[in-house]
């Protein structure tokens, strides 16, 4: 190297390989130093003139306007429903669990042995009283019903024969008494034959061996009575024992017939017929089945007229009294049917200490079961009340209070926009005109729950008009106006 290479050069600023391949532009005169300050002060102060401008915006609107306006302008009144309270019966009453009973109810069985031959009916048939319900072969016992109507027809062959021996022998008897009359009169004739010829022989006209023969025809005719007397004695036994015979037949005849009777009865038996009307249950036997009279055949309900079982407890005991109306409600609580205590029984159940109470129901609809766990409503007794909608009642403090709506100058709430009025009260408070509807907050005091209302016991009367929807939103002596859907509006879906 020389020694001019040796010498130190004064060092270039670096160049980079971008600032060599840029397009080279004439420089731009710089701005002035005024300009660039004002810039910078722009923006902060229209931001901040923004800001005082929406502060004093919400100070005016919210403070300072309200109050100018508070003592021209009165605050719209709070829309509400408004309705009256309803006028109902309220019942005394409790619930209990009862068990429905059919007053008639069997298990058919047969009063003889057989084969089932038919079966007329299926299970939840309902039938009348007298209707033919099942037929066991009786074959048999038409055959023994037809020997014993022919036992009576000789029965009454033999009391016929018996009548006729009886008239016979009267007969017989008839001719006896007319023969005895005659030998009566040929003894009488021959009676004084021979008391005359007695006389005859006295004088000597005739001889003793005439009177004799006179004697022995008179003898003879006296004999002759005599055995015709006892003929007429052994007829009239003869006819006795005709007419003991003509009883013994009739007697016979009786029997048979009875027998006859016995045997049509037990043919009947054979057919079975439904005792009531009523609905035919189970039937656990088939047809070809044999039975007896241990087998049941099928059950009929008569459940037009259910009996319901209620065990009352003990406490409640005193209020029994027949006539007592007993409601069967459903599980959505809507009444079923409405009976009266028929039964109250003197006993105590000592397991459960209650008494047992029946009530009569009609069944004619067949909403009801026959061995159906119910629940039954007694109503020990009722009372006219006024119920108002759960929705319209709140609780404050302990106590129960209720919204009615009244005009201003009828409403009592004068003393409190006179105290708002008042110094120490709100300033400038709006006047509120005197048939302006205010909701009045009602102390009352509560009795039993009917469904969607309660009982209103004091503090409520029937022609005060109540605030039943938001009530959440309201304050005592507040402005409200009913809120009244248009009449176009469309119905609200269920």
Known sequence: ?????????PALPAISEGELNAPQHPQEPSQPPNSSRF??????????????????????????????????????????????????????????????????SVTLQPRVSGQVSAIYVEAGDRVEA??????????????????????????????????????????????????????????????????????????????????????????????????????????????????????????????????????????????ITAPFAGVIGNIPVKQGDVVSAATPLLTLTQNQELEVQIAIPLERAPNLRLGLPVKLLSDQDRVLQTGKVSFISPSVDPSTQSVQVKALFDNANNQLRTSQFVRARVIWQSRSGVLAPTTAISRLGGRDFIFVAAPFQSSGCQAQAQANAAPGGAPGGPQVEPDQLVAVQKPIKLGRIVGNNQEVVEGLSASDRIVTSGILQLQNCMPIAADTPPANAPASAP
């Open 130 to 271: 007298g209707e033919p319900l099942l037929q066991i072969g009786a074959a048999e016992q038409r055959a023994q019903v037809a020997s014993r109507n022919a036992a009576v027809d000789t029965a009454a062959a033999d009391i016929d024969s018996a009548q006729a021996d009886v008239a016979s022998a009267i007969d017989t008897l008839k001719a006896l008494q007319e023969k005895r009359a005659a030998d009566q009169a040929n003894v009488q004739l021959n009676q004084r034959e021979y008391e005359r010829y007695q006389e005859l022989q006295r004088q000597g006209a005739e001889s003793r061996q005439i009177l004799d023969q006179r004697l022995n025809a008179l003898q003879t005719a006296q004999a002759t009575v005599r055995q015709t007397e006892a003929d007429i004695r052994a007829q009239q036994s003869a006819i006795n024992r005709a007419k003991s015979q003509v009883v013994r037949s009739q007697r016979a005849l009786e029997q048979a017939q009875a027998n006859v009777a016995e045997g049509q009865a037990q043919l009947q038996d054979y057919a």
């Open 1 to 9: 190297m020389s020694g001019n290479d040796t010498q130190q050069q």
């Open 39 to 104: 810039r910078r002060w722009l923006l902060p102060v229209t931001i901040g003139l923004l800001l005082l401008g929406g502060i004093g915006w919400i100070i005016f609107s919210r403070f300072i306007m309200p109050m100018l306006m508070a003592g021209s302008m009165q605050p719209p009144p709070t829309l509400v429903q408004l309705g009256t309270p309803e006028s109902a019966p309220v019942e005394d009453s409790s619930d209990y669990a009862a068990t429905l009973d059919s007053r008639q």
